[in-house]
């Protein structure tokens, strides 16, 4: 590999000098000299052949001699001429010994080319000497060969050069002589005018050579690092379509390698088809051609025996959705909205301890395969009961967006019937629906569906439109409008946030100033972005420019290959500077939601609110197109907050190999230790490598092991509609006793008939136990991991009681959803949500609030007490409450 290199190296740079040598040539040729001749100051021959020089070349003097280059030999030429046969020109340029010059056969053109560039330096004058011309010709007979020597294929090389140059130089005076003299009288002071500036020009031209090279040699360079593994991936796909053993997808094979090569760089770093790239596309557009529904049912056109094991409990709200309208996923990073639930993997181990080895299991293999398939079975019995009821509920409504199907008459629940009166079966798939809802704006599409409690099927014909998708999902007041506090809840970052921002700010100032007769406009402001996954990079410098003082530093951003850019606000905010701001945040606020809330913490605009911290991601995607429709995600650069954290709390290091344990790649959570120390505006310290801080903590009431099984199993969603079939809804609704015991024999059936278990949050782990002791023989083991399952499900039964406000409050707005549009819904439980109430009695505390911000030593009044874990002037509420206190008012479950 070396010496191949070191050959393409040598033969580079030896046509690297010829070139250079051909263009100071070209120059000398085409520059007319200071004399005014018509003929250029090339050399020129006589009749007999001999070189003429012009009279711009000076020569020393003394004898002359035809000069030979001799290449590869190890005697020195110099040696062979004295001092007074070399023949010296003082034309701008030294001369260079012929060790210098690549190693060639001096018998090849390229060779003999390299010869008459190298004499080009020292042009010879006039004729050879006879002596020099007996010698040759005596040398030649004593060698018995008539073969040219290299003297005489130089000469016939130069001589056919002259004979180009002077058919050059004759055409050109032809054309000359066609201008009127004074036209060729400008020209030739023109030429000798250039002729001042021939160096110049050569020097122009030598440097527009070495710039292409400059450009042209790190691009070979690429190219040829790229060539090798680009041939080699090109060359196993065609091996395999061609010789594998059954027939392959090249399609399917390309996807799956790229996607395991992206995989080994980062989680957000993304290989998009075709169908994943107007997916993406839309969610950056925060629009797409439909009807604005949100729709749920099978994935799948018949049912299979795959088992889902993977799901702790089946949510068929989220593995078998797929939604007119995609949920808006972060463009630069994956969703964050996940929470981990325990897990417990056990494993068969073996060990040496000293003589002894210790074996963990020995069983009959018969055992063993016996227990694995009645677990196989009763894993596939489960699966096709769950399958058999999506397709029994069929295609179903999960939600309709105001000003589009809900406008309409579409609801929550709805069972679809039949689009542009081609029946849904039990085998049509959400997909097939949802390209059939989706068209063309402005076409018309009829919608046949039945609502649970409504005899019959109804049809509703509406246009298809560019739908689009609301970040600002609600604006309201909270409290009395009187009061001045309001609320916007921020969902994402798509293109139109920033306008949909302003427009919500501008309509809370006027709701209050009607509300104070125009005495006072808002007081506070309270932006809820928990559970926001980001989105694009300049939306949250749109929305932040709302916020912060006009001239400062937002967001600034920087990587390998990405220009180092900084974002700063150029327009005066529209929230004036005394109302309060508070910013509610939780673990799912990433990426463009924590460049607002890292802006507004470090300039002192406002105060975040939260249990603890953000996700901490501080890193940049570009959404590259590719051919064939398809597109590239991948990282390009970290950001950094005002302050100059940068907020990422993992470092990613590129893994992959040939080993299938190297494919991922690897994650380093940053310590805390190792967390560097910046200053807001005010002087309070934040900190890098971990997301952004709370500074007033407020603590969430965490959600019981039963609500977190009845919001994923769906269940709600079901006695929702069984309730709309018995029920009608009134004003003033609420749940009542005689509900929420309807409610428990609901659930007691379903837990019955084994669609539900309310254990189902353990049931992976201790299932597995239970496995591995049956395996291994330890029975009475084996009876206790049943009991304790048992036990647990007693214990959680215990849970309706226990946290029977939440759980009313769950199926209230189940219900409800069948019948108000979203933002209604949010707003309701937005009454309810202790992080909210805390951050607007925040807001209407000035003292309070100024203390979090500015960190003034009066110490903050009752209620409140300062918090020693955070590294800011961070408050937190002080818990008074009793339990049952604590559980009836509860956060909003994410998980």
Not at 19 to 38: C, N, Q, Y
Not at 620 to 644: D, M
Request: charge should be neutral; charged fraction near 25%.
């Amino acid at each position: 590999m070396s010496s191949g290199g070191a050959k393409m190296r040598s033969s580079s740079n030896g046509r690297w000098l010829i070139a250079l040598a051909a263009v100071l040539a070209v120059g000398e040729a085409f520059v007319p000299s200071s004399s005014g001749s018509k003929h250029r100051s090339l050399p020129r021959s006589n009749k007999d052949g001999s070189f003429v020089t012009s009279p711009n070349y000076k020569t020393t003097s003394g004898s002359r001699r035809k000069r030979t280059l001799r290449l590869n030999s190890g005697q020195n030429s110099n040696d062979q001429r004295s001092s007074s046969t070399r023949s010296k020109l003082s034309v701008g340029w030294g001369r260079q010994s012929s060790s210098s010059l690549p190693s060639l056969n001096r018998h090849s053109k390229r060779a003999r080319i390299a010869q008459m560039w190298k004499r080009g330096t020292t042009v010879l004058k006039g004729k050879s000497n006879d002596n020099d011309d007996k010698q040759s010709k005596s040398n030649s007979n004593k060698n018995g060969s008539n073969k040219p020597t290299a003297s005489s294929m130089d000469s016939i090389v130069v001589a056919k050069y002259k004979a180009a140059v002077e058919a050059w130089n004759l055409a050109w005076e032809s054309m000359l002589a066609l201008l009127p003299e004074p036209v060729r009288n400008v020209w030739k002071n023109v030429c000798a005018f250039a002729n001042g500036f021939r160096l110049v020009l050569v020097s122009f031209a030598a440097g527009c050579v070495f710039a292409t090279a400059g450009i042209l040699v790190p691009i070979y360079s690429q190219v040829e690092t790229l060539s090798q593994p680009v041939t080699l991936f090109e060359t196993i796909l065609s091996d395999l379509e061609a010789g594998y053993v059954d027939p392959v997808d090249t399609n399917k094979l390309f996807e799956t390698g790229v996607s395991a090569m992206l995989r080994s760089l980062d989680p957000y770093t993304e290989y998009e088809g075709p169908q994943e790239a107007v997916e993406l596309s839309e969610s950056i557009d925060g629009k797409y051609g439909g009807v604005g529904l949100v729709i749920s049912g099978t994935t799948k056109p018949f049912p299979t025996s795959t088992s889902k094991q993977e799901e702790l409990v089946p949510n068929k709200d989220a593995d078998n959705t797929a939604e007119e309208e995609e949920a808006v996923p972060s463009l630069d990073g994956k969703p964050v909205a996940s929470t981990s639930t325990n897990s417990f993997k056990p494993g068969m181990t073996s060990s040496t301890k000293g003589s002894k080895s210790i074996i963990v299991a020995a069983v009959d293999e018969d055992d063993v395969d016996d227990a694995e398939d009645e677990d196989d079975i009763v894993a596939r019995q489960k699966e096709e009961r769950l399958q058999a009821r999506i397709q029994e509920q069929g295609i179903r409504v999960v939600n309709a967006f105001e000003n589009y199907a809900f406008d309409y008459g579409m609801r929550v629940g709805d069972k679809l019937v039949a689009i542009d009166d081609v029946p849904i079966t039990p085998g049509t798939t959400v997909e097939g629906v949802r390209n059939k809802l989706r068209g063309e704006p402005g076409t018309l599409v009829s919608i046949s569906f039945e609502r649970d409690g409504v005899q019959g099927v109804q049809t509703i014909t509406m246009p298809r439109s560019v739908v689009r998708v609301r970040d600002v999902k609600l604006a309201t007041m909270l409290g009395s409008p009187k009061d001045g506090i309001g609320y916007i809840q921020l969902s994402g970052f798509a293109s139109e946030t920033g306008r949909e921002m302003r427009a919500a700010i501008r309509y809370l100032q006027r709701v209050a100033e009607d509300a104070s007769d125009g005495t006072q406009s808002l007081q506070g402001l309270v932006l809820d972005m928990r559970g926001n996954p980001g989105g694009l990079l300049t939306s949250a410098v749109d929305v932040a420019s709302l916020l912060v003082p006009k001239g400062s530093d937002i967001v600034s951003a920087k990587g390998r290959g990405f220009p180092g850019v900084l974002y700063r606000s150029r327009v005066d905010p529209i929230l004036d500077p005394s109302t309060k701001l508070a910013v509610l945040v939780n673990r799912n606020t990433a990426s463009a939601a924590e460049i607002v809330s890292g802006a507004i913490q470090d300039l002192d605009v406002g105060v975040i609110v939260g249990a603890d911290r953000t996700f901490g991601k501080g890193l940049v995607q570009n959404v590259e197109e590719l051919p064939f429709k398809s597109a590239l995600k991948f990282t390009v650069a970290k950001y950094y907050t005002p302050s100059g954290r940068c907020i990422q709390g993992i470092q990613y290091k590129e893994g992959g190999g040939l080993r299938e344990e190297d494919g991922k790649y690897k994650e380093e959570r940053i310590a805390k230790k190792d967390r560097g120390v910046f200053y807001t505006t005010n002087g309070r310290v934040v900190r890098d490598g971990g997301g952004v801080e709370a500074d007033f903590k407020v603590e969430v009431p965490k959600a019981s092991a039963l609500e977190i099984t009845l919001l994923r199993s769906g269940v709600l969603a079901d006695f929702a509609s069984e309730w709309s079939k018995k029920h009608e809804l009134t004003n003033n609704f609420n749940v009542d006793e005689d509900t929420y015991r309807a409610f428990q024999t609901f659930v007691t059936e379903r837990q019955k008939e084994g669609d539900l278990e309310l254990q189902a949050i353990y049931s992976r782990p201790l299932g597995d136990l239970k496995k591995m002791l049956k395996q291994s023989g330890y029975k009475g083991s084996e009876r206790e991991v049943s009991a304790l399952q048992a036990s647990i499900v007693r214990d959680v039964q215990r849970d309706f009681d226990k946290y029977r406000k939440d759980i009313k409050e769950d199926i209230a707005q189940a219900i409800l959803a069948r019948y108000l549009p979203e933002s209604m819904l949010i707003e309701r439980s937005v009454k309810s949500d202790i992080q909210v109430t805390s951050a607007a009695k925040l807001l209407a505390n000035k003292k309070n609030f100024d203390t979090v911000l500015a960190r003034e030593a009066s110490a903050p009044e009752a209620g409140l007490t300062a918090s020693s874990s955070g590294d800011a002037s961070s408050l937190q509420i002080s818990s008074a409450a009793t339990d049952d206190d604590a559980t009836s008012v509860r956060g909003r479950v994410k998980f």
